[in-house]
């Protein structure tokens, strides 16, 4: 899709017409605003616009200006297949489209369509199932199996290492992957790690997760990842990579996949 017709479709939180043409904000301050809200989340709700906008050209009404009994059907429409999540996210990015306009009265507040969202997610209900967490004392248990199979030492050392690091920093699996030897900083009090990008992290600084040394308990991830790195010669790169055929270590990082197979 081209620039033109986007513009041509009214999509105005890339650029917020509302937002540019005040006289009152500094050109720096209206930059900074603008970078306010991450990059994924513009795309986001570009997304949802447009598929608002298909749907009002489909049922030939209009999107811009719409009237909130335009919003009402075509969220009753979206109710048909998506989750009550999926449909307060279109609410808000239509929203907040109309806030960054600054040109037409923003029909999601209006009491009608407050009023059909509460009805939509008392009939569909808002729970989302998500991965059942892994507790401490699976993570013992699957410790505690791992020394009994029969898998290459250096498979288990990984394996571990993944488990334990994963666990005791709270990591998402791509996280997991993404962690190289220059993310790594050891001293007596345990370890830290560099995340370079995470999605906790909106404004793109980075964190760094501390884990404690726990000398003497089989849960110790530091020590874990000591043993790791010691056997398998890695010194530089990413931590965790996966294995050839004949079980020899790839130069390349572990998939975020493999991972949670791993798990």
């Known amino acids: 899709m081209t620039d033109t017709n986007k513009q041509d479709k009214h999509f105005y939180l890339r650029h917020n017409d509302a937002l540019m043409n005040s006289t009152k904000l500094s050109m720096k301050a209206k930059q900074s ?4 809200k991450a990059e994924n989340t513009i795309n986001a709700y570009e997304s949802d616009w447009f598929d608002f906008v298909d749907w009002c050209n489909y049922q030939k009404v209009s999107y811009f200006p719409a009237t909130p009994e335009t919003i009402v059907n075509y969220i009753n429409d979206l109710a048909d297949y998506a989750k009550a999540n999926t449909i307060a996210r279109r609410i808000s990015a239509i929203s907040e489209n109309y806030n960054a306009s600054g ?5 999601c507040m209006s009491p009608l369509v407050k009023q059909a969202l509460r009805g939509i997610r008392r009939l569909k209900g808002t729970f989302q199932q998500g991965k059942t967490p892994i507790l401490l004392e699976d993570v013992e248990d699957i410790l505690e199996t791992m020394n009994t199979i ?8 990984r394996d571990k290492a993944i488990l334990l690091v994963g666990f005791m920093g709270a990591f998402r699996r791509s996280e997991i992957a993404a962690i190289t030897v220059e993310n790594l900083k050891f001293s007596p009090q345990g ?3 560099f995340l370079a990008a995470s999605k906790a992290d909106q404004e793109g600084q980075g964190a760094i997760v501390a884990i404690p040394n726990l000398p003497g308990s089989p849960l110790d991830a530091v020590r874990a990842l000591k043993k790791w790195l010691s056997f398998s010669g890695i010194t530089s790169g990413p931590v965790f990579r996966g294995f050839t055929k004949s079980m020899t270590l790839r130069s390349t990082a572990i998939s975020d996949k493999s991972i949670a197979d791993i798990v």
């Open 150 to 157: 029969n898998i290459p030492e250096i498979q288990k050392l």
């Open 103 to 107: 040109s037409h009265e923003n029909p």
């Open 191 to 193: 370890l830290e790690i």
């Open 33 to 36: 605003i603008l970078l306010s």
